[in-house]
């Protein structure tokens, strides 16, 4: 399960990425379109412009904005620099592995491998899943539940 501050952080990125190349916005701004608190959200901002997914501006028409397009950024590198880790348990974790105390055959034991196979497969989704791709997905599932017809050539 993903923690609060990472479904706010994944919320503000959606929101930066549904508005990019429109120029910086101000947390206040984004805290109050996503309904997240604003302290708790300049933290998580400040964390997440740390890895180098957002850049931001100081001062008169300041703000955050992504460092790179909605297509480059997957939702499994925010989710490890937020949560750490995409890992049920830390015995299969690739970058916070951890020795399980009561596991008498590591290599043989069936919760292990069975966790790792669900750890293989959360990762690959949310590896290969960008914001663009999100937003698009979002918008499809939208669009056919408000019975809009798209009609293009």
């Known amino acids: ?8 952080g994944l ?11 429109s120029g910086p916005i101000l947390i206040a701004d ?12 300049e933290l998580i ?18 703000g955050y904005f992504l460092a790179k397009d909605p297509g480059q950024i997957t ?4 989710v490890r620099v937020l949560d750490g880790t995409v890992a049920p348990v830390p015995c299969v974790s690739e970058t916070a ?18 966790m790792k196979d669900v750890r293989d497969a959360v990762a ?13 997905r979002s918008s499809d599932v939208s669009k056919k539940a408000k019975k809009v017809i798209d009609y293009s050539i």
């Open 11 to 21: 919320q503000a990125l959606l929101s930066l990425a549904r508005q990019h190349g």
């Open 75 to 78: 939702m499994g590198s925010a």
């Open 124 to 136: 690959d989704i949310l590896d290969n899943t960008t914001l663009k791709e999100v937003l698009v």
């Open 97 to 114: 592995y951890q020795k399980c105390t009561e596991c008498a055959d590591e290599e043989s034991c069936g919760i292990r491998l069975v």
């Open 1 to 8: 399960m993903i923690s609060k501050k990472t479904k706010y």
């Open 45 to 62: 901002l400040l964390q997440l412009k740390n890895a180098g997914i957002l850049g931001s501006r100081k001062g008169k028409g300041g």
């Open 30 to 41: 984004l805290a109050e379109q996503e309904q997240i608190p604003k302290k708790f959200l």
